[in-house]
């Protein structure tokens, strides 16, 4: 190994190790996460309550993703306490058949280093609904019932096909066959239920919907699906202090409460409020009101994160990917390799690709890191190969004619001619990034991403809108950036008319 | 002296150059002259090491040319090509300078040789922090000759230096070039296509068609004792282009 060659993977090591733990927020915070569907978020807002008044900073990264993300991100530690509930612990995250008593949950869950908080009150279970119309003509009151109507199109959510507590097994309980069940996203949903073209679907059981769209819950009448009574779950690494308040509102929310606060959240798209409503009708709690999260610093720290994705991926395509490029250059079978294997990653849609590495790296800015650093070295490469080998014949030959060294040829010759095409090929991956990033927000990596995700999971064009201009903004300030850069690292003699 | 020795060069079943044997005497001017395709840029690059011959050996003053020493015989050679080949992102004093930096000679030494370059090849001093770009055809030829001049080499290998310019340029730097190799009084080896300037520049003649050597002497040996019907055919063809 060269002395560059040791010095480049110490350089990387370095940013290895400082830069992507820093990503995940310092512990002088607290973060809260929530779930993609209101009630999470609602809940979400009143941790926040509850953890400001005891003097912490908090942030609430909303509407992260299903189960399985926010309980990595737990783990790893990128969030301290998110709402759950107690049959999702049981099925989803402790994968036990049997049921668990309280004790025994956090018993197990404390071997993961987390803690789980008294029972909130209500119990939101899942439940199946219909058109209240519907069922009533066709006499369905409960689940059972269903076996005499095989034939009702079903609309299951996405993540209840593939639960353990889902639909798959519910079925099998039932000993029911439904001819037609596609998943569908949960908000869209209750509009195919209005428009008809399903019939049955799942729901909360302290869904808002239920009651504004005047739907049924069929009663599960063989006992199938297990208590989801609402819980904090956090990290055991938090204060004794911040503990105490998360508890300080167990049995305190019913869930006529609880669908009361769902429906103004959701009519409104004000989980602050909702937050808020809450804490004034239990002054007990001692909670006056939520800080209203600015959008402006939001906005800002969330083009931070999106910034620092991309940013750390762009310096290790760059780091990668000009050597690559360079390789790439010379003719033969590895170039060829090279060039395919790059070109073959982009063609991988990019939320697949982030589906693909989560499995691995978990759901860490990491893992958005490592994805938009593979989609960033496609047009590193090419353009280092392509700008290396444009260069003219007789000026390859002049280099070779002086008696320069292959290498002193590269570092003094050929890489300078190369540099317009090779920073060409690097702006085109920066703004690339910009957008691309914008997916990290689905394996709750933050970023822009994240306005656009939650306002998508709660139908709020508003959000979805912000989300969208910042990142196209920034997606400009990024191109412009480099034009100073073309300036500054393209040699003058390069940026001259051609001679006469 | 340069003696190449058995040299040929093939690609696939083509010679571009035929096996020849040839004396490059020190000190003099060698015109390798013949029409396109002749194979006189072939054997001028297989002379500065830059592509390996088929068959044969170059020796350069009793020294063998190897792949293994190709590098260090290339820094004793000075090469200029038609265009000259200068980097376009360097100035023409970074060009002239960029090996002997490279090999570390002290700063002062570098800007002494360089004004006495520039002197000896007139080109302007305050064209050296031009960029190539900046500069006519004509200078930028003066830049590629002291840049293939800069390290002090025992031979000079020029191929077409003043094929890419306009005749009135062109005729001016051929005096110059004349007045710069009898200066120098190093080996020079020059291509043309142009009997003209390989009378007026060369020594010596060396007429090549396709990959062979077809004579080789004075340009009065070419006008009195032409070795065939295609010297002849040559010379005539090269007469009526003046005579226009």
Same mark, same amino acid.
């Given at each position: 190994?060269?002395?560059?060659? @040791?010095?480049?993977?110490?350089?990387?090591?370095?940013?290895?190790?400082?830069?992507?733990?820093? /990503?995940?927020?310092?512990?002088?915070?607290?973060?809260?996460?929530?779930?993609?569907?209101?009630?999470?978020?609602?809940?979400?807002?009143?941790?926040?309550?509850?953890?400001? &008044?005891? +003097?912490?900073?908090?942030?609430?990264?909303?509407?992260? #993703?299903?189960?399985?993300?926010?309980? =990595?991100?737990?783990?790893? +530690?990128?969030?301290?306490?998110?709402?759950?509930?107690?049959?999702?612990?049981?099925?989803?995250? /402790? &994968?036990?058949?049997?049921?668990?008593?309280?004790?025994?949950?956090?018993?197990? /869950?404390?071997?993961?280093?987390?803690?789980?908080?008294?029972?909130?009150?209500?119990?939101?279970?899942?439940?199946?609904?219909?058109?209240?119309?519907?069922?009533?003509?066709?006499?369905?009151? &409960?689940?059972?019932?269903?076996?005499?109507?095989?034939?009702?199109?079903?609309?299951?959510?996405?993540?209840?096909? #593939?639960?353990?507590?889902?639909?798959?097994?519910?079925?099998?309980?039932?000993?029911?066959?439904?001819?037609?069940?596609? !998943?569908?996203?949960? &908000?869209?949903?209750?509009?195919?239920?209005?428009?008809?073209?399903?019939?049955?679907?799942?729901?909360?059981?302290?869904?808002?919907?239920?009651?504004?769209?005047?739907?049924?819950?069929?009663?599960?009448?063989?006992?199938?699906?297990?208590?989801?009574?609402?819980?904090?779950?956090?990290?055991?690494?938090?204060?004794?202090?911040?503990?105490?308040?998360?508890?300080?509102?167990?049995?305190?929310?019913?869930?006529?409460?609880?669908?009361?606060?769902?429906?103004?959240?959701?009519?409104?798209?004000?989980?602050?409020?909702?937050?808020?409503?809450?804490?004034?009708?239990?002054?007990?709690?001692?909670?006056?009101?939520?800080? @209203?999260?600015?959008?402006?610093?939001?906005?800002?720290?969330?083009?931070?994160?999106?910034?620092?994705?991309?940013?750390?991926?762009?310096?290790?395509?760059?780091?990668? =990917?000009?050597?690559? =490029?360079?390789?790439?250059?010379?003719?033969?079978?590895?170039?060829?390799?090279?060039?395919?294997?790059?070109?073959?990653?982009?063609?991988?849609?990019?939320?697949?690709?982030?589906?693909? /590495?989560?499995?691995?790296?978990?759901?860490?800015?990491?893992?958005?890191?490592?994805?938009?650093?593979?989609?960033?070295?496609?047009?590193?490469?090419?353009?280092?190969?392509?700008?290396?080998?444009?260069?003219?014949?007789?000026?390859?030959?002049?280099?070779?004619?002086?008696?320069?060294?292959?290498?002193?040829?590269?570092?003094?010759?050929?890489?300078?001619?190369?540099?317009?095409?090779?920073?060409?090929?690097?702006?085109?991956?920066?703004?690339?990034?910009?957008?691309?990033?914008?997916?990290?927000?689905?394996?709750?990596?933050?970023?822009?991403?994240?306005?656009?995700?939650?306002?998508?999971?709660?139908?709020?064009?508003?959000?979805?809108?912000?989300? !969208?201009?910042?990142?196209?903004?920034?997606?400009?300030?990024?191109?412009?950036?480099?034009?100073?850069?073309?300036?500054?690292?393209? $040699?003058?003699?390069?940026?001259?008319? $051609?001679?006469? | 002296?340069?003696?190449?020795?058995?040299?040929?060069?093939?690609?696939?079943?083509?010679?571009?150059?035929? %096996?020849?044997?040839?004396?490059?005497?020190?000190?003099?001017?060698?015109?390798?002259?013949?029409?396109?395709?002749?194979?006189?840029?072939?054997?001028?690059?297989?002379?500065?090491?830059?592509?390996?011959?088929?068959?044969?050996?170059?020796?350069?003053?009793?020294?063998?040319?190897?792949?293994?020493?190709?590098?260090?015989?290339?820094?004793?050679?000075?090469?200029?090509?038609?265009?000259?080949?200068?980097?376009?992102?360097?100035?023409?004093?970074?060009?002239?300078?960029?090996?002997?930096?490279?090999?570390?000679? %002290?700063?002062?030494?570098?800007?002494?040789?360089?004004?006495?370059?520039?002197?000896?090849?007139?080109?302007?001093?305050?064209?050296?922090?031009?960029?190539?770009?900046?500069?006519?055809?004509?200078?930028?030829?003066?830049?590629?000759?002291?840049?293939?001049?800069?390290?002090?080499?025992?031979?000079?290998?020029?191929?077409?230096?003043?094929?890419?310019?306009?005749?009135?340029?062109?005729?001016?730097?051929?005096?110059?070039?004349?007045?710069?190799?009898?200066?120098?009084?190093?080996?020079?080896?020059?291509?043309?296509?142009?009997?003209?300037?390989?009378?007026?520049?060369?020594?010596?003649?060396?007429?090549?068609?396709?990959?062979?050597?077809?004579?080789?002497?004075?340009?009065?040996?070419?006008?009195?004792?032409?070795?065939?019907?295609?010297?002849?055919?040559?010379?005539?063809?090269?007469?009526?282009?003046?005579?226009?």
């Amino acid at each position: 190994m060269s002395p560059s060659r @040791a010095k480049e993977g110490a350089l990387l090591a370095f940013l290895l190790s400082l830069l992507l733990p820093a /990503l995940g927020l310092a512990q002088t915070h607290l973060t809260v996460g929530s779930k993609k569907f209101t009630e999470s978020f609602v809940l979400g807002e009143i941790a926040r309550g509850l953890l400001q &008044k005891q +003097g912490y900073k908090v942030t609430h990264k909303q509407g992260m #993703g299903a189960t399985l993300i926010l309980w =990595g991100a737990l783990k790893g +530690g990128s969030i301290d306490v998110y709402p759950e509930y107690t049959g999702t612990i049981e099925q989803e995250i /402790l &994968k036990s058949k049997d049921h668990l008593s309280s004790e025994q949950m956090r018993a197990a /869950l404390s071997k993961e280093g987390i803690g789980m908080t008294d029972e909130l009150g209500f119990n939101n279970t899942y439940t199946l609904v219909m058109e209240a119309d519907k069922a009533k003509a066709l006499g369905i009151t &409960k689940i059972s019932d269903l076996k005499a109507h095989q034939d009702l199109p079903c609309g299951p959510t996405i993540e209840f096909l #593939g639960r353990k507590d889902g639909w798959k097994p519910l079925m099998a309980k039932y000993g029911i066959a439904m001819q037609s069940a596609k !998943g569908i996203e949960h &908000k869209l949903g209750y509009t195919a239920l209005e428009s008809g073209s399903i019939a049955v679907k799942d729901a909360y059981s302290t869904d808002a919907d239920i009651e504004t769209k005047h739907l049924t819950s069929l009663k599960d009448d063989l006992g199938f699906f297990p208590k989801y009574r609402a819980v904090y779950l956090y990290r055991l690494g938090i204060p004794a202090k911040a503990v105490k308040a998360l508890n300080s509102i167990a049995g305190t929310i019913d869930e006529p409460e609880m669908i009361k606060l769902n429906a103004a959240a959701e009519s409104s798209k004000n989980y602050v409020a909702a937050a808020n409503q809450y804490f004034e009708e239990h002054k007990g709690v001692g909670v006056k009101s939520v800080e @209203a999260t600015n959008v402006w610093s939001e906005l800002l720290a969330q083009a931070g994160q999106h910034l620092i994705l991309v940013g750390v991926s762009l310096a290790l395509a760059v780091l990668f =990917g000009i050597p690559l =490029g360079i390789r790439a250059a010379k003719p033969g079978a590895v170039s060829a390799v090279i060039l395919g294997a790059t070109g073959l990653i982009q063609t991988v849609p990019s939320l697949a690709l982030f589906a693909i /590495l989560v499995p691995w790296l978990g759901t860490e800015p990491r893992t958005a890191v490592l994805a938009l650093f593979l989609y960033s070295l496609l047009p590193i490469v090419r353009n280092t190969a392509t700008g290396l080998s444009g260069i003219a014949p007789s000026l390859r030959e002049s280099a070779a004619a002086l008696g320069l060294d292959a290498r002193a040829r590269l570092f003094k010759v050929e890489l300078p001619l190369a540099s317009p095409t090779i920073l060409a090929g690097i702006k085109v991956s920066a703004v690339i990034n910009v957008g691309t990033a914008t997916i990290a927000a689905f394996i709750g990596a933050g970023g822009l991403g994240q306005s656009i995700q939650t306002g998508l999971a709660l139908s709020d064009k508003a959000l979805i809108l912000r989300g !969208g201009i910042a990142a196209a903004v920034l997606a400009l300030i990024v191109q412009l950036l480099f034009e100073g850069v073309d300036r500054l690292l393209i $040699p003058k003699g390069l940026r001259l008319p $051609p001679a006469p | 002296m340069i003696e190449l020795k058995g040299i040929s060069k093939q690609y696939g079943e083509a010679f571009a150059v035929s %096996p020849l044997d040839l004396t490059i005497p020190s000190g003099q001017t060698t015109a390798l002259i013949g029409p396109s395709g002749c194979g006189k840029s072939t054997l001028l690059r297989i002379i500065a090491g830059l592509i390996p011959p088929t068959s044969g050996e170059v020796v350069i003053d009793g020294t063998a040319v190897t792949p293994q020493n190709a590098l260090e015989v290339r820094r004793r050679i000075g090469y200029v090509i038609q265009d000259g080949g200068l980097f376009p992102h360097l100035t023409a004093e970074q060009n002239v300078a960029l090996m002997a930096r490279h090999i570390g000679m %002290p700063a002062a030494d570098i800007d002494a040789r360089i004004s006495e370059l520039s002197e000896l090849t007139r080109f302007p001093a305050d064209g050296l922090a031009r960029y190539p770009a900046e500069l006519s055809g004509g200078q930028r030829q003066r830049v590629s000759l002291m840049r293939a001049l800069m390290l002090k080499p025992s031979s000079l290998l020029l191929d077409e230096p003043l094929g890419a310019l306009d005749p009135m340029v062109r005729s001016g730097l051929q005096g110059d070039l004349k007045e710069i190799f009898k200066a120098l009084g190093q080996t020079v080896v020059l291509v043309t296509h142009d009997m003209g300037e390989a009378g007026y520049l060369g020594d010596k003649i060396v007429l090549l068609r396709e990959g062979s050597l077809v004579q080789q002497g004075s340009l009065e040996d070419f006008q009195i004792r032409p070795a065939d019907l295609f010297v002849t055919q040559f010379m005539t063809a090269q007469r009526s282009l003046v005579a226009l």
